[in-house]
């Protein structure tokens, strides 16, 4: 079988996109948008994806609230290998999405603030996963100088962001 992946924060389907390109048709991926018109948005680049992409994962699009899904994803693919959540309060999705990831499973939450990124990171630890790595994502520009070589561009930065990846680990059982 394939990857079995949440998608927290569906909006115009971008990462979407890209998951499905990277699953191939034996992943199933589980997209979930609470906007309506951002889950329109997203349903129509997929569905346009899916004419074009030889191998198109099975996909599903859930309009409503990532937290109140779990009985959804088992019915769908019994447990996930990977949730990745983009929304305005991933920590309170946390301790509801632990349980559906099987052991060795990975989440990743994307945060616009330090201030979301240490609330993950708390709901991450207090749900029992193990954080593996958790930065910030800056996105410098370079540029060619004029004199030959390359050198980082004088425009600001337009955008940074902080990631947290955590993992489920298996329980330990004493012999």
Known sequence: TGSRVLEGGHGSGGLAMHLANVMGSKGTLISVETRAEHAEVGRMNMERLSEVLPEFPDWHLIEGDIGEIGDLVIDKCNELDAAIIDIAEPWGVIPKIEPLLRAG??????????????KCWEAAHESGLIVEWAGEM??????KASRGG????????GHTAFLLISAKVAAYEEE
């Not at 390359?150 to 930065?157: D, L, S, Y």
């Open 105 to 118: 499973g990975r989440l990743a939450c994307y945060c616009p603030t330090t201030i979301q990124l240490e």
């Open 150 to 157: 390359v050198r980082p561009g004088n425009t600001p930065i």
């Open 138 to 143: 800056i996105e410098r520009r370079w540029v």
